[in-house]
């Protein structure tokens, strides 16, 4: 079985551009969230989506950033436009079900750097 | 709210060596507690997790036992290979929430030499 991937491994851009970060979850997960950990501190959530509905985007930092999952399936991640403090590693992760405790798998994760 | 406090890195051990990596929680509600692991150039791997308090979660020769009484999840293991070389990060989830989004801790990174 397919783990969750997710592309690009790396991205450099300027500040100022765009960038679209995608991910594909493992087969039959309803769950998809996106996280981010930027240089030396704690991996931080962004958001979650069940099926292609919003579930929590408390943790969106602002509205330069926009997530989709059309269909429910993979999901994709904007910045635009980008700033020196976007960057960082964005992780995705998926599970089966999304109740505390289940597990969350995730992908190897997006390096951004911003210059 | 909900945290995650993790003791600092870099850790750096010979093998064989014992490893504690320390972690404490403050959580709203009940929590369920992970131990997460991200060896170079891959995605984090659920190593262990407990769901409720004194229970023990075991992986691969690491433990952890979930302490409510002193709100903490420490990571052990009696003797460390070179292999276990990678970056650890201790995380909850609210039990109590359907929505089961973690929060983690920064992260230690952990050098075994041989």
């Known amino acids: 079985e397919a783990g969750v991937t997710q592309f690009p491994s790396h991205s450099v851009i300027e500040k100022g551009q765009t960038v679209t970060l995608r991910c594909d979850p493992i087969s039959g997960h309803d769950n998809l969230y996106w996280y981010r950990r930027v240089m030396g501190k704690e991996i931080k959530f962004l958001l979650h989506?069940?099926?292609?509905?919003?579930?929590?985007e408390s943790g969106m930092p602002n509205n330069r950033f926009l997530a989709e999952r059309t269909g429910g399936t993979y999901s994709t991640l904007k910045v635009q436009p980008a700033e020196l403090e976007d960057s960082g590693v964005y992780f995705c992760a998926s599970s089966l079900r999304a109740a505390g405790g289940y597990e969350q798998f995730f992908g190897p994760g997006t390096r951004l750097t911003v210059l | 709210g909900n945290s995650v406090t993790q003791m600092e890195g870099p850790v750096t051990l010979s093998e064989e060596a014992f490893l504690t990596i320390n972690c404490t929680y403050t959580?709203?509600?009940?929590?369920?507690l992970f131990w997460y692991v991200q060896y170079p150039g891959e995605g984090l791997q659920l190593l262990l997790k407990?769901?409720?308090?004194?229970d023990k979660g075991s992986n691969k020769g690491f433990e952890a036992t979930y302490r409510k009484e002193t709100t903490s999840f420490h990571l052990e293991k009696g003797s460390v290979q070179v292999s276990d070389s990678a970056v650890y990060f201790c995380a909850l989830s609210d039990r109590g929430s359907t929505l089961g989004r973690l929060y983690f801790g920064r992260g230690t990174q952990l050098t075994v030499w041989p």
């Open positions: 407990a769901t409720k308090a004194d």
């Open positions: 959580a709203t509600g009940y929590p369920s």
């Open positions: 989506f069940v099926k292609e509905s919003k579930q929590d």
